[in-house]
C-alpha cells in the first residue's frame, strides 16, 4: 500500500486544518488507519486510529488531541481523513499516515504499522 498525506499548512492558533491520507496500490478496507506526529526534538507520537468497518470504525484518540480532533475514513475513496480544530502551537509537526492489519488492541503502536505515508507539516503560530 502506498499513501501520500496532504493538507498540511500554516494556521494560526485556534484554527483548523483538514489533512488527507490518500491510498492506492490496493483497497484498505481491510486495513486500520492512522495517525501520527512528530514535533522537532521529539518522539513520532500517536495522534488518532480508526478500525476497518468489520470493527465497527471504531476510533482512538491521543488525551491532547481528545474533543478537538476527528478521524474519518472513506473506502469508496481509499482515504483517511484528520479533521483538526481548535489548533494549538504545540500541536507543531509533521504528521504520518499509516495502516495495519494487526488486531485493534495495538492501534496506538507505531512499531505494528506497515506502510507509512511522507508526512505532511503543520505549523500553528501562537
Known amino acids: 500500500v502506498q499513501l501520500q498525506a496532504s493538507g498540511g499548512g500554516l494556521v494560526q492558533a485556534g484554527g483548523s486544518l483538514r489533512l488527507s491520507c490518500a491510498a492506492s496500490g490496493r483497497t484498505v478496507r481491510d486495513f486500520h488507519m492512522a495517525w501520527f506526529r512528530q514535533a522537532p526534538g521529539k518522539e513520532r507520537e500517536f495522534v488518532a486510529a480508526?478500525?476497518?468497518?468489520?470493527?465497527?470504525?471504531?476510533?482512538r484518540y491521543a488525551d491532547s488531541v481528545k474533543g478537538r480532533f476527528s478521524i474519518s475514513r472513506d473506502n469508496a475513496k481509499n482515504t483517511m481523513y484528520l479533521q483538526m480544530n481548535t489548533l494549538k502551537p504545540e500541536d507543531t509537526a509533521v504528521y504520518y499516515c499509516?495502516?495495519?492489519?494487526?488486531?485493534?488492541?495495538?492501534?496506538?503502536?507505531?512499531?505494528?504499522?506497515?506502510?507509512w505515508g511522507q508526512g505532511t507539516l503543520v505549523t500553528v503560530s501562537s
Open positions: 480508526i478500525s476497518r468497518s468489520a470493527y465497527g470504525r471504531s476510533t
Open positions: 499509516a495502516v495495519t492489519q494487526i488486531v485493534w488492541a495495538y492501534a496506538e503502536s507505531s512499531e505494528r504499522y506497515t506502510s
